[in-house]
């Protein structure tokens, strides 16, 4: 379920930090995402009136909180990938889903 999803984001991941000469190395992911949670923090904040909005309308704040959260997915699944984590266990184990038989 997972798999592909992760093999797309390490794709586009790594070509962009080829592209822009960046190291991805194991700190680079746990930083990456605390990024990401700052920016998806802040479009939030925006979003519900706590921030400026800086001339953005309510359409484009909405899609600031999307990208900003398709942000953070991604880098949650390159930091697994990075670090041999199996979600999809984790996942059943801790949110006590199980896998479709069929």
Known sequence: ??????????????????????????????LKLQEEIGELTQAWNRATGRGRKKG?????????????????????LL????NGLDLAAAIERKWLFRRDEG
């Open 1 to 30: 379920m997972l798999g592909k999803l992760i093999a797309q984001f390490e794709a586009a991941s790594s070509d962009y930090a080829q592209n822009h000469g960046m190291v991805r190395d194991p700190d680079w992911f746990v």
């Open 56 to 76: 953005r309308s309510d359409e484009d704040l909405g899609s600031d909180l999307a990208d900003e959260t398709a942000d953070l997915l991604g880098h949650v």
């Open 79 to 82: 930091f697994a990938r990075t």
